[in-house]
T-cell receptor, first 119, second 116 residues
Framework: GAVVSQHPSWVICKSGTSVKIECRSL??????MFWYRQFPKQSLMLMAT?????????EQGVEKDKFLINHASLTLSTLTVTSAHPEDSSFYIC???????????????FGEGSWLTVV | GNSVTQMEGPVTLSEEAFLTINCTYT??????LFWYVQYPGEGLQLLLK?????DKGSNKGFEATYRKETTSFHLEKGSVQVSDSAVYFC???????????????FGQGTILTVHP
């Protein structure tokens, strides 16, 4: 079964509202998680690296005030899309790095992804 | 910076045909290399990986060998099935462990369709 749970799987929101997506590691601790965005029929682009207990590291071109990331515990990171607009509609997917295998080649697990549609 | 280039698709094959999807990369240091598969409407599943030169990753009949001399990690399968129809992504991560590991750079993806 899934070891990283992402919720919600689908969300539709109105322009100007905010929406929160959760990424949860189910049976391991993950100090570091990653958030990606995928446009239709395109590849995945890393948005930010989420670190428990510290500020997220954003990739160039990603607005940190628009895409708020909070890594509140060793098993949960959240991505909040603030003041969403139709151009934010996309597939968002997270991954979590298993702390147990930090030095030997961490195992990376992906969530199931979240489809966001802004109307 | 790091980059991954995959062969352009889509790729359409008949069942039991041989599959090759080319992947080349540029990276500093010694990256780890991955193939991920994405079925329609779903997230990513790790198909196989290799963490050092000459390593061969294999899973479900798929294979890929980490070729440092040609900076390649081509995906192969000897006999594809209809159920293999999906999008395949080649990716790399810095190192084989530690703080940089897991930050993936993806190729553009290759759509594979297998007909009965």
């Amino acid at each position: 079964g899934a070891v990283v749970s992402q919720h919600p799987s689908w969300v539709i929101c109105k322009s100007g509202t905010s929406v929160k997506i959760e990424c949860r590691s189910l049976d391991f601790q993950a100090t570091t998680m990653f958030w990606y965005r995928q446009f239709p029929k395109q590849s995945l682009m890393l948005m930010a690296t989420s670190n428990e207990g510290s500020k997220a590291t954003y990739e160039q071109g990603v607005e940190k005030d628009k895409f708020l990331i909070n890594h509140a515990s060793l098993t949960l990171s959240t991505l909040t899309v603030t003041s969403a607009h139709p151009e934010d509609s996309s597939f968002y997917i997270c991954s979590a790095r298993d702390d147990r295998t930090f030095h030997s080649g961490n195992t990376i697990y992906f969530g199931e992804g979240s489809w966001l549609t802004v109307v | 910076g790091n980059s991954v280039t995959q062969m352009e698709g889509p790729v359409t094959l008949s069942e039991e045909a041989f599959l090759t999807i080319n992947c080349t990369y540029t990276a500093t240091g010694y990256p780890s290399l991955f193939w991920y598969v994405q079925y329609p409407g779903e997230g990513l599943q790790l198909l196989l990986k290799a963490t050092k030169a000459d390593d061969k990753g294999s899973n479900k009949g798929f294979e890929a060998t980490y070729r440092k001399e040609t900076t390649s990690f081509h995906l192969e399968k000897g006999s594809v099935q209809v159920s293999d129809s999906a999008v395949y992504f080649c990716a790399l991560s810095e190192g084989a462990g530690g703080t940089s590991y897991g930050k993936l750079t993806f190729g553009q993806g290759t759509i594979l369709t297998v007909h009965p």
